[in-house]
């Protein structure tokens, strides 16, 4: 059984390795910024990018199982992208300190006949109350710039937190393994 991850994202790496399959890491061929449609829920959004990375690839690695997954931040309904510059992070986290904030990460495992295996998870993630000069150190050490809400919880980020409110933790890096290791079990995959 094949797996495809249609992601270059290397924390979605990452986590999959924890689960000891084999797999491919593919870019997926979609334009994520055409489907950001601003009346649509962020959950929503979430779970169609991912759904649409999935079946991007499912004509090239026809017989394979195919993954796709995407995160949201949402800070009071708006969406927070990824920061791509030290302005814009600093800028950013400042807005969110002391702040609670949304994470809405979404996975869809599409198989060989097209069926797909969808599950959003939710985190509420609240901030401290940080200085200017911490929330500055922190970005000068980490450049979290690929990341949506400027933190990188698998790091130093988790001093940013005050708390987080959720299933399962490894969402907040980029795929929740609880559910994909239901979906993949489901699929007949041997986890573990």
Not at 29 to 43: G, R, V
Not at 159 to 185: Q, V, Y
Request: charged letters at 25%; one cysteine or more; hydrophobic letters at 45%.
């Amino acid at each position: 059984m094949q797996l495809v991850l249609a992601s270059t994202s290397p924390y979605r790496a990452m986590l999959l390795e924890r689960l000891g399959l084999s797999f491919r890491a593919a870019a997926p061929l979609c334009d994520e910024d055409a489907l950001k449609d601003p009346q649509l829920p962020l959950d929503a959004l979430a779970l169609l990018l991912a759904r649409t990375k999935a079946r991007s690839l499912a004509e090239a690695y026809a017989g394979a199982y195919v993954l796709g997954g995407d995160q949201v931040a949402d800070l009071d309904g708006e969406m927070l992208g990824k920061p791509h510059t030290r302005e814009n992070a600093i800028a950013q986290l400042t807005r969110m300190r002391a702040r609670s904030h949304r994470l809405w990460t979404a996975l869809v495992l599409r198989t060989p006949d097209g069926e797909e295996h969808a599950h959003v998870d939710l985190h509420t993630i609240t901030l401290r109350d940080l200085s200017d000069q911490e929330v500055a150190r922190y970005v000068d050490a980490e450049r979290p710039f690929d990341c949506a809400g400027s933190y990188k919880i698998e790091g130093r980020g988790i001093a940013l937190m005050a708390s987080i409110e959720g299933g399962d933790f490894t969402a907040i890096t980029g795929m929740p393994l609880i559910a994909l290791t239901t979906m993949l079990r489901t699929c007949g995959f041997r986890v573990p």
